[in-house]
């Protein structure tokens, strides 16, 4: 599912999401866990979930922008749509995601997670300083993108999105019983590396 993912990510691993269903198929695995350490738009995992060939997602990503991004599509849904509708696209409205990026952790995970959804679904033209309009600011969100905002709150028991070290991520997961890495219907999938690990 291509529009899976409200963000515009390079990965694209939804393109995956065909093999995946035939391994999990192929293995008997029904409805597993999805575990996934380098998660970025997670457009892979949301289309297993959204279409019931996964019974939970697990996901993580160290980029502090990212996961604030998936907290507050999560965790405060709601008033992350009500930004999205209230804040104006302009140059100058830009330049303020912008600022509030370049904060980090320390804009508070509201701000910074729809400062990213701003700025990964903007794009600008011009120099940015010019008072005869010459910059301007492309929106590209979709009614598809809205729809997966809010889609993605219907699952909050279901999925879980963390922020650490790929391998404290997969340590953590192991130890957690509800959310096995390798263990009786689990699925890890790794893009940094060439395996698919299952255990049936």
Known sequence: MRDASPLRYPGGK??????IERVLDLNRL????YIEPFAGGASLA???LFRERV????????DP???SFWHSVLNRNQEFLEMLAQTPVSPEEWHNQKSIYARGSAAGKLPLGFATFFLNRTTRKGDGKSTRGSTQVNWSVASAEFTSIAAVSTYPVRTRFD?????GFLRTSSSTSTHPTIGPGAICISTHSP?????P
């Open 65 to 67: 922008a990212i996961h």
């Open 46 to 48: 949301l289309s297993l």
């Open 163 to 167: 922020s650490c070290a790929s391998a």
């Open 30 to 33: 029904n409805r597993p866990h």
């Open 195 to 199: 395996k698919l690990i299952t255990k």
């Open 55 to 62: 019974a939970e997602i697990h996901l993580n990503d160290l």
């Open 14 to 19: 939804w393109r995956f999401q065909a093999f």
